[in-house]
């Protein structure tokens, strides 16, 4: 009976080896890292296992060993005296499969998180049992990686997306570490590291470019109406973009358009985002030229696209209209002159006009005919600008 009794538990500790080797894998690592915020003790136990898988894994890989040899060593020793070797054998085999490995990796996966918690303990145990062993075999395998050229060890990284992924989804488990717009804002970063140009780009279709036969007359309005601070320069078509033209570039007072052109970054559609914008970072770029698998313009891409795909909708371009209008007394407003002037009018209950122009700047260009200069006073009907800044 005595020997039965060790049989059995020779089974049950293969079980227990083979299912915590797959709940350690399959663990949710965030959610260990919640546990050591909320200073639970179980993540004391478990968070050095993680950080060195080694240790769990040299753990159940030699317990699973030594109770699966003592289990067949002795099952076949005790079942032989009952049944022919043969079915002795089959077994041993069927039950080491069944109990031994495919039970326990299947019921330990799909309860990781919570198993997790009963049996760190007993491993922790086996570990410093084993130690003396692991030791041994550690360097060992450390020798026979080092002769077999592997002498770089990658470090991994402790969280991986999925294990962020799974989290994102449970808002419960998070709301006490991150807010909503944190979570989106993560949901955004994991998505970000796979998303390719074509999926951020302004297509060409909606591209706004000029040609580099414009005048810079031409050029002040297509800047003032567009909002935007840099537009691209074609030529002929917008498959021959020659370069970029920035807004801060015309209060130079250049000669002529050709003096201010500058070189343009060109990027095929398949590239990463994410790579594209430590380039523009490194690079102190803040516009490409997107081209397709033919060479034709696929579009264009700016800082603001690839900061959008992150943090959602943003306008750097016009800002919203409560940054845009500062009061300073009962009677003077500090104004961003990209202000449109539709928000402008709703705003402060102005009067001013429509026109060939849609911001304050475009509506002060027209009415000066040319640039201010800082300290400037401009009277213009019943109202006075005060130019600050330029």
Not at 217 to 240: A, I, M
Not at 295 to 304: F, I, P, Q, R, S
Request: some cysteine; charged content about 20%; hydrophobic content about 45%.
């Amino acid at each position: 009976m005595g020997y039965l009794i060790i049989i059995i538990f020779s089974l049950l500790m293969s079980f227990f080896f083979s299912g915590t080797e797959t709940a350690f894998v399959s663990l949710n690592k965030v959610r260990v890292e919640l546990w050591r915020r909320q200073n639970e003790r179980i993540a004391a136990i478990i968070l050095p296992f993680l950080e060195k898988p080694e240790k769990f894994l040299y753990s159940t890989l030699i317990g699973n060993n030594i109770f699966n040899v003592a289990f067949a060593t002795l099952a076949t020793i005790y079942f032989n005296k009952f049944i022919d070797p043969e079915w002795t054998w089959l077994s041993i085999v069927f039950l080491t499969l069944i109990i031994g490995e495919i039970l326990p990796k299947t019921i330990f996966r799909s309860l990781a998180d919570w198993v997790i918690k009963y049996v760190s303990y007993p491993l922790h145990f086996f570990y410093y049992l084993f130690l003396p062993m692991i030791a041994v075999i550690s360097k060992i395998s450390e020798s026979l990686m080092f002769f077999a050229g592997f002498r770089n060890h990658e470090v991994q990284r402790f969280f991986s997306d999925q294990d962020i992924e799974i989290l994102l989804h449970e808002s419960e488990s998070i709301a006490e570490y991150v807010t909503p717009r944190g979570a989106e804002y993560l949901r955004r970063a994991l998505g970000f590291r796979n998303l390719r140009v074509r999926e951020a780009i302004i297509p060409r279709a909606e591209m706004i470019a000029v040609e580099d036969t414009i005048s810079l007359d031409e050029l002040y309005r297509h800047f003032t109406k567009s909002g935007h601070t840099k537009l691209p320069v074609y030529h002929d078509n917008l498959d021959q973009i020659v370069g970029v033209v920035f807004l801060k570039d015309l209060f130079q007072n250049p000669p002529d358009l050709q003096s201010i052109i500058r070189e343009v970054m060109f990027v095929p559609d398949t590239k990463r985002c994410s790579q594209l914008l430590t380039i523009f970072k490194q690079n102190n770029i803040s516009i490409a030229i997107v081209f397709d698998e033919y060479g034709g313009t696929a579009g264009m891409v700016t800082t603001t696209n690839l900061v959008s795909e992150l943090f959602g909708d943003i306008d750097v371009e016009f800002s919203p209209k409560e940054l845009m209008i500062r009061k300073l007394s009962h009677n003077a407003w500090m104004i961003n002159a990209r202000i449109e002037i539709d928000d402008l009018n709703e705003s402060l209950n102005t009067k001013i006009p429509d026109g060939d122009y849609e911001t304050l700047a475009g509506y002060l260009l027209v009415k000066i005919g040319h640039i201010p200069k800082i300290n400037e006073q401009i009277e213009i009907d019943d109202y006075r600008f005060i130019v600050i800044s330029a």
